[in-house]
């Protein structure tokens, strides 16, 4: 152990001293600290991935810290989504709030900020107001390419990460230096070619190794040691013990990117997206409310009541209820997962015919 000698001295600084650890490392210093304590991260996703990498962001003591996260919690997530556990579920949360609460008692020190809402052309802007990064804990391309987009309008950096498996990747993204995620991966793949939670599982392990990756970029980032980034995309076989670097910074350098070449922001602009999403491993699909109005649960629950298997449940943050073979999570912003069905169009049927057009 190291001695309380060797310690660096924080002056009664109550702020500092829960660091010391950290404070001994040369890469973070007490300035380096302070610099991370005056840090804003926003993270948009907070499953997998995020729960590891909010959690370690905290512990960090990066100043302020949003999450972004449209999904409720269910039994499954607990196998790979560290932050989260079975109170949680019977308390009915959403994973932002859930996380939210579960940091707070954490850290103090850090003003933690849960949002349930979908980020989306028409609101990630204002999610992401004042961030230093962009942190992501997505689990589909679409959401990705809207950050990206964003990150490279604003010029701030933000870094990417996916697992599936037993592997996966991650890339810290410094607009007009590094390359883009649309320099990399001009167009998402096909559904039917890519694989899912669902068809291919997760190994809880490789979501720690990969956010952990995503968790070092981002603490370079926010203090200020860009040199030290690593400007490679980074493959990770969890199961085979390998990691490998590759160089993209070809695709920037020789190529024309549409996003940050061209600057066209087709999925921050609405150009490209769509308004219901398969979820990951999840057979549900997310439909998204048009029209902007707050929903009342207690009216909702009273027109479904006599066609719901049970009684409608709710709380301040989100309804369910049982429609036959579907099950329906409606969120305060009009949004809905609807879970039995991977069909976007059977979803929007079901939104439509229980919620409302």
Same mark, same amino acid.
């Given at each position: 152990?190291?001695?309380?000698?060797?310690?660096?001295?924080?002056?009664?600084?109550?702020?500092?001293?829960?660091?010391?650890?950290?404070?001994?490392?040369?890469?973070?210093?007490?300035?380096?600290?302070?610099?991370?304590?005056?840090?804003?991260?926003?993270?948009?996703?907070?499953?997998?991935?995020?729960?590891?990498?909010?959690?370690?962001?905290?512990?960090?003591?990066?100043?302020?810290?949003?999450?972004?996260?449209?999904?409720?919690?269910?039994?499954?997530?607990?196998?790979?989504?560290?932050?989260?556990?079975?109170?949680?579920?019977?308390?009915?949360?959403?994973?932002?709030?859930?996380?939210?609460?579960? =940091?707070?008692?954490?850290?103090? =020190?850090?003003?933690?900020?849960?949002?349930?809402?979908?980020?989306?052309?028409?609101?990630?802007?204002?999610?992401?107001?004042?961030?230093?990064?962009?942190?992501?804990?997505?689990?589909?391309?679409?959401?990705?390419?809207?950050?990206?987009?964003?990150?490279?309008?604003?010029?701030?950096?933000?870094?990417?990460?996916?697992?599936?498996?037993?592997?996966?990747?991650?890339?810290?993204?410094?607009?007009?230096?590094?390359?883009? =995620?649309?320099?990399?991966?001009?167009?998402?793949?096909?559904?039917?070619?890519?694989?899912?939670?669902?068809?291919?599982?997760?190994?809880?392990?490789?979501?720690?190794?990969?956010?952990?990756?995503?968790?070092?970029?981002?603490?370079?980032?926010?203090?200020?040691?860009?040199?030290?980034?690593?400007?490679?995309?980074?493959?990770?076989?969890?199961?085979?013990?390998?990691?490998?670097?590759?160089?993209?910074?070809?695709?920037?350098?020789?190529?024309?990117?549409?996003?940050?070449?061209?600057?066209?922001?087709?999925?921050?602009?609405?150009?490209?997206?769509?308004?219901?999403?398969?979820?990951?491993?999840?057979?549900?699909?997310?439909?998204?409310?048009?029209?902007?109005?707050?929903?009342?649960?207690?009216?909702?629950?009273?027109?479904?009541?006599?066609?719901?298997?049970?009684?409608?449940?709710?709380?301040?943050?989100?309804?369910?209820?049982?429609?036959?073979?579907?099950?329906?999570?409606?969120?305060?912003?009009?949004?809905?997962?609807?879970?039995?069905?991977?069909?976007?169009?059977?979803?929007?049927?079901?939104?439509?015919?229980?919620?409302?057009?």
């Amino acid at each position: 152990m190291t001695s309380q000698e060797t310690l660096p001295r924080t002056d009664g600084d109550s702020n500092l001293s829960r660091y010391a650890r950290q404070l001994i490392l040369p890469e973070v210093g007490e300035p380096g600290q302070r610099r991370l304590l005056n840090s804003r991260a926003v993270l948009v996703g907070c499953g997998a991935l995020g729960s590891f990498l909010a959690d370690a962001l905290v512990r960090a003591g990066v100043g302020q810290l949003r999450i972004v996260d449209r999904d409720y919690l269910e039994l499954n997530n607990l196998q790979r989504q560290v932050l989260f556990d079975e109170a949680d579920i019977a308390e009915g949360l959403p994973k932002a709030e859930a996380a939210a609460r579960k =940091l707070r008692r954490v850290n103090s =020190l850090v003003e933690v900020e849960g949002v349930v809402e979908d980020a989306d052309a028409r609101n990630v802007e204002r999610l992401c107001e004042r961030a230093d990064i962009l942190l992501d804990g997505t689990d589909n391309f679409e959401t990705r390419y809207l950050l990206n987009d964003l990150a490279v309008k604003t010029a701030r950096p933000w870094v990417y990460g996916a697992v599936i498996g037993t592997g996966g990747l991650c890339m810290p993204i410094l607009p007009n230096e590094t390359a883009c =995620l649309r320099c990399v991966f001009e167009h998402a793949p096909p559904p039917e070619l890519s694989p899912t939670c669902d068809t291919a599982g997760v190994l809880g392990p490789a979501v720690s190794m990969v956010a952990a990756f995503q968790a070092v970029e981002a603490l370079k980032i926010l203090l200020g040691r860009r040199d030290e980034l690593t400007r490679r995309l980074i493959h990770i076989d969890a199961w085979m013990g390998r990691v490998t670097l590759l160089n993209v910074q070809k695709a920037y350098e020789e190529g024309d990117c549409r996003c940050c070449r061209q600057k066209r922001f087709d999925y921050l602009q609405g150009r490209l997206g769509s308004s219901a999403a398969r979820l990951c491993g999840r057979n549900a699909v997310q439909v998204s409310h048009v029209g902007g109005a707050r929903i009342s649960f207690e009216q909702v629950a009273a027109k479904l009541a006599p066609v719901a298997e049970q009684a409608p449940t709710y709380n301040q943050f989100m309804l369910k209820a049982r429609l036959g073979s579907h099950e329906i999570a409606l969120f305060a912003d009009g949004r809905a997962i609807i879970k039995g069905t991977d069909d976007a169009e059977e979803a929007r049927t079901i939104y439509a015919r229980y919620i409302g057009a």
